[in-house]
């Protein structure tokens, strides 16, 4: 019942915090994401993308291998985490400084959580970097995302990607802090790692393994796109739906709502259905 009781605490507060509110206040509950099944690709990403690049097999090299595979382990990371930050800061690097042969790595899956994020190894932005930037860089990024897009689960035939984003046309190559993100991140569908046999990419290649039925991250559930917003107060209409909407857009109406000036690098836009010029009816239940 651990979940349960969670819910129920976490409900409690929430009406706490609802009895304490002054007469007329605007009360938003959100969730910048929701929860759902992991579809665990996360957890083998150097096959993947050795195929998305056409490559078949990826390459071993032994003791670079081995340092990957234990940096990535469960147990070493129990063990990293325990460590103060500082510490991990300065022994990331010994992890990684060896972990591949630079002179020939073009690209390189980064860690991360939810999705894949592939950084190239870029002349002019990387210690080592072999890619020179420009065309050749914009070459190798659309046959990196045409791969993956054309990955294929091996049982069901089914595409394990549902899409794949160019930081670029994301974020904006001037984005302040762009030479510290990825260059592309390729978006899991719903077909689940766990299960699988093997992927394959047509006219290329394809991967088998044992079939994987737990996780090693041991993480059932992950976060999901799709989060939630319900609104009470003045000027908001009772059981209004206000569809589909950005979650930056939320920090925006609440920039509306406190009469402050919104970040020029802000992209949202306050929410039509929460706007602060909306009529001073009386307050709305949800």
Known sequence: RAIEDVYVACDAAIGRIFAAAPRGARIVLLAMHGMGPNPGWNENVAPLLALAAGEGEARSSGLRDLMRHLHQSPAVRRVTQRVPRLLQEKLTPLW???????????????????????????????????????????????????????????????????????????????????????????????????????????????????????????????????????????????GRDLGRVAAIDAVATFAEWLGTARPELLDGRPIAGLRADASTAAPATV
């Not at 992927?199 to 079939?211: A, K």
């Not at 090693?216 to 009470?232: C, F, K, Q």
Request: charged letters at 25%.
């Open 96 to 238: 990684t400084r060896r972990a591949h042969d630079w002179s020939r790595t073009r690209f390189l899956p980064l860690p991360s959580d939810v999705n894949a994020y592939i950084r190239l190894n870029l002349i002019g932005r990387e210690s080592a970097g072999v890619v020179p930037p420009g065309a050749q860089a914009d070459q190798l990024l659309a046959e990196l995302a045409r791969g993956f897009l054309e990955l294929e689960d091996l049982a069901t035939g089914a595409p394990i990607c549902r899409g794949v984003e160019l930081i670029d046309a994301v974020a904006g190559a001037d984005a302040p802090m762009r030479h510290v993100l990825p260059d592309l991140v390729a978006l899991w569908g719903d077909q689940p790692y766990q299960g699988s046999i093997g992927v394959r990419r047509p006219g290329i290649g394809e991967r088998r393994w044992s079939r994987v039925r737990r996780l090693v991250s041991g993480r059932a559930g992950n976060h999901r796109p799709d989060g939630w917003l319900i609104a009470n107060g003045p000027g908001i209409e009772a």
